[in-house]
């Protein structure tokens, strides 16, 4: 046996998941029954995403309730695999009562609910184990779950204090003294400290074995001082930290902290006499400064502590009112920076206690006056950057003109430049000395933009740190600085270029994605914005799936050394990783570029509209990292993290909620899912519930909820957005609700699907006989009367258009013009979203929806007309950015910054190109793709023209299968009739006469001279939509001009017949697509996926079958014809799908299953079929 299944083992370990099955396929044709290898094929199965198969084999599997080690192991991976969490639990659970005495399986069993935070039954096993195997670690497992479960949320809160004695009984029981280990004795003391039971606790830590465990374990270490504290000795921990700092030469800074700490006891422990506290606080001030005096003396320039020390005691005395000589903070500040001025932490040091008015900043100014710009070392160097950071910080609002922050900003370059002499020599890969001169340069540029709202400043500040970072390659403060400005300058892929280069790695991801990501949907929204912002979304959040593979792994392990104190640690980290706000927010964002970039369908709205109902019940943390971002501005402004927000607004917990209501609405309006479906279709566990008592009110009220503290973090145009789509929710959700098909009809579809993949019915699931219907079915009461959309819905667009137009005459900065060109377009894919279910015929016929269908058809008319407008405005401004001109402005710009030496003319252009190129690129991406999809282009004939069909008035043309909107036509000119209004043109292009309705302002009549161009008998080009007026129909043109030249009738012609054939066919066939390009690729609705978007229209119609197979048999043809139809995979088609496809087409007969069988064996005779994972799945030869 081993030698048979070595080879999966071996195919499982390398990847080789199809290899894998196959091989697990041979072993069960004669060992049909065989777990380990069912539970091998259902491993590869999973790894090879082929769930629904690997679903079965799980079942089977655990049906048998396994009990064998190698069984168990692999479903272990399985059910890891699917989410299958409490199913891993049952299943050793199963084992473990199968063979009690196995204390593996009982260890296997706990450590199962440890991975799902399971610490009630834990704790039981734990226990059993105990009394059974009299091992003191699982005593102390015991222990440990009960603790956990006690700060579990969902444990009662009177149940706690009994799990806590509970956990210090059991302790107190155990044969072995818990000093023995000093994870096991923190343990102790944590329990003791959470039931109150601090001389219990106080008197552990003091005993000579316990002082020995403190001293050689920090973590126990850190514990002793909350226990000091906790019983008021803070004056003893101080008497006791001054001896370890004078006798052990202890420098640790808490023990710095606890002498503090005595020293103020009185005043911090809320005296009952503040008087009386003061005078015993003030006694005590002199010896605290004397003593930490005595340190600074024998430390010297070695040891920065002491000198820290008496800097946090003088701030400490002037907060309570004891400061008696105005002057020692200033002498102990100069002393400070006399000591360290020379080395990089000088500035973060003395921030704390800078803050100063009057004579001392008079004092304290001229002291750092005085430093000159010396740069014969490194300490030298940081002597002068320390001295020009602290008197920047001190900078009064009056000094911070325009030209006093220019004159600065070019002195902090100077300095930087001569700076860079001493580390002329250095490696590549090491950090330049003067690199904070240009921070602080490019810090002060911002300042006067912020001021001024002068883009050249901005210009300045992103050429300097360009040059900055061409030098000093490795420094993550650039690359920050440099994303936030080019984020401002509209610049993403630059922005993009510089994150990258930071080379963030796995919870970095969390802390600093927000540089980027925040709102990047800015830029990627458009089907042409950039995209590399999407695939940036998934990298950052592969660091939340290692989370939940991997964390829970971490604590068992703890689990299993006995790291008890690592135990919350992990826990807690697991816990912020999973609902971590950032997660969610890049989640959103690639939900709104997701829309925009794939075809709006089913799946795609189901899948999100879930996910983001789960996002929706967290409780979330903030773990973004705002203060990694050097702030060097005064402080008498906003912070430099501030200054530079995008869009001045940074979206948090409030943003958050309010896009998750506005898309889940949306979504739950497109989806046909609901919550007995969803529960009936989703696999593996849900989410842990959340304990918020918001999450217990009904959704549907949630979503309707609007609080002010939510608003307030959008921006303008958000919020505007906000109320058009609640506006457009609520004017389309009775439509909805009538027109949705009922639960039993969709689980009955979803049985089907099932089916067809896997050849086995869905498990779990009783579909009424009555279930298999469409949906359209007509309903025994009245639909909801249509009513008007609201201003809100109607005139959202034109606003946009006028707000577009202020931004763009105001010479707003690119990113607030892209921020409302963004939310213009995401309107319209809520729009689009929202109707889809409405773009059926048989729908608005059936539900008497036609006015419906008309008020639809008007906004989306609206909509197309105002994304064209925008789109044709961004791709000339686009035009403009790479100008020589504009690559000029951007120099001069520059002037103040510009040096003979290195950072000269020729530098500063090479970033200005960079610039107006990245800027180029992303409007100039948005507005075509904005272009491309808003309304689709179609090369016509005038007779596909004729042979539209329309579902009723209402409705979308159609040409074949596919929808169209606007067209494109080439004719010859029969007849021009000039009219008050318009001109009427009878084309004819060899199909077929038509004619063309041109309408005219005679107020204002731009396109008079391209009109004159048109006469009869010359070839002109028509763009245009098809209109029905009086049973005629005619094309009402925007735009006709005359051909130039007849190369252009016989490419119209190519044109259109290669468009029609596409969307008949599918796209040609690549080299690498095998045998499926032979039929049209389409997306479960017909549609080439070659030219879907999200704004597709959706075909109906069904594939053709390719000359290469018609010379076949009708029921041979008819077999690849339904496998061809299938969407492609490696597994190919199960053969009891084709058996009811071919009884469902060709009859009973053909059906049969001998018939079949012969069909497909010549088949695979003539090599146009194979077989795949076994011998029921079948694909056709490439």
Known sequence: MDRQIRPIYEALDTGSNKSAILACNKVLKKQPNNLLVKALKALALVRSQKVEEALLLCDEVLASKPADDATLAAMMHVLRGLGRHMDMVTMYEDAYKQQPGNEELGTQTFFANVRIGNWKAAQQIATKMHKQFQDDHYLYWSVMSAMLQAHDPSTPEALRTVLLKLAHRLISSSATPSFYNADRFHLHLTVLKQLGLYDEAFEMVESETGKIVCSSNLACDELRREIWKLKGLMKEAGERAKKRILEVKDRNWLEFLAVLDGTFADLTSEPSDVET???????????????????????????????????????????????????????????????????????????????????????????????????????????????????????????????????????????????????????????????????????????????????????????????????????????????????????????????????????????????????????????????????????????????????????????????????????????????????????????????AHEPINPELVDMELIELKFIFDRVHHDNRDFDILANYQPRSVAPFNQQTQFLEKTPGLGWLWVFLKIYIKAFQLASDLDDTVEDKLLIGDRPKPSYDPETKIPLNERLAMRKPEEINELTPDESLFYDYASALSQWLTPYHDYTRPPPAAVLAEAAKITEQKTGHPLKGLEIPTDAAINGHAKKDEEPPAVIEPSSQIAQYFDYMLKRFKEVQQAKGLPHELLHVVALTQEAFLLFVIETTRFKSPSIIKVNKLGALAHHIKEIRSKASSVLSEISGALISYAERETTAERRNEVVQACKPIIHESGLDHDFVLSVAKKITEARKQITDGVGKGIRGTSHSLRPVTLKQLVEATQAHSDAEWVIGDVEVGQVTAVAQVLSVQPQTTNYIYLLNDGTANMEARQWVDPNVDDDSASREEVREGTYVRVLGSLKVFGNKRYITTTHIKQCKGIHEVFFHILEAATVTLIYERGAPPRPSDGAHALLKRANGNGTPAGLQSAYTAQPTGSAAISAQFSHLPPLQKDIITFILSQPKSDEGVHVAAIARHIATTSGSQAGDANVISQALDALMDQGHVYSTIDESHFNVSE
């Not at 458009?526 to 792994?553: K, P, Q, V, W």
Request: proline share 3%; with cysteine.
């Open 277 to 595: 506290a003061k005078a015993s606080v003030s006694e005590r001030i002199p010896k605290a400064r004397e003593f930490f005096g005595k340190v600074v003396e024998a430390d010297g320039v070695k040891d920065r502590s002491g000198h820290l020390a008496l800097l946090e005691l003088e701030k400490r005395v002037r907060q309570h009112g004891l400061a008696t000589d105005p002057a020692s903070l200033n002498s102990l500040l100069e002393g400070y920076f006399q000591s360290f001025g020379g080395k990089a932490c000088c500035y973060e040091d003395l921030r704390p206690y800078v803050e100063l008015e009057g004579e001392e900043l008079a004092r304290w100014t001229a002291v750092l006056e005085k430093q000159t710009p010396t740069f014969a070392s490194v300490s030298d160097i940081w002597r002068y950057i320390n001295a020009q950071k602290l008197l920047r910080y001190n900078l009064s609002a009056a000094s911070l003109t325009p030209d006093a922050e220019t004159k600065r900003a070019v002195q902090y370059l100077d300095a930087y430049l001569e700076g860079l002499k001493l580390g002329k020599d250095l490696p590549s890969y090491d950090l330049q000395p003067a690199d904070d001169l240009a921070i602080l340069s490019a810090q002060a540029f911002v300042n006067i933009w912020k001021q001024t709202g002068e883009e050249a400043f901005l210009y300045n500040a992103a050429a300097l740190l360009e040059y900055a970072i061409a030098r000093s390659k490795t420094s993550y403060q650039i690359r920050l600085h440099l994303i936030r400005i080019y984020r401002l300058l509209g610049a993403p892929s630059l922005a993009l270029e510089h994150y990258r280069s930071i080379n963030v790695k796995q919870v970095q991801n969390d802390t600093l994605s927000h540089f980027v990501l925040t709102r990047a949907s800015t830029f990627s929204l458009s089907s042409m914005g950039d995209l590399t912002y999407t695939s940036e979304c998934l990298e950052s959040s592969r660091i939340y799936l290692s989370n939940s593979e991997e964390t829970a792994e971490f604590i068992v392990r703890a689990f299993g050394s006995e790291k008890y104190s690592q135990i919350p640690n992990f826990i807690e980290f697991e816990d912020r990783l999973d609902n971590s706000l950032q997660r969610d927010l890049v989640k959103m964002e690639h939900v709104r570029m997701r829309i």
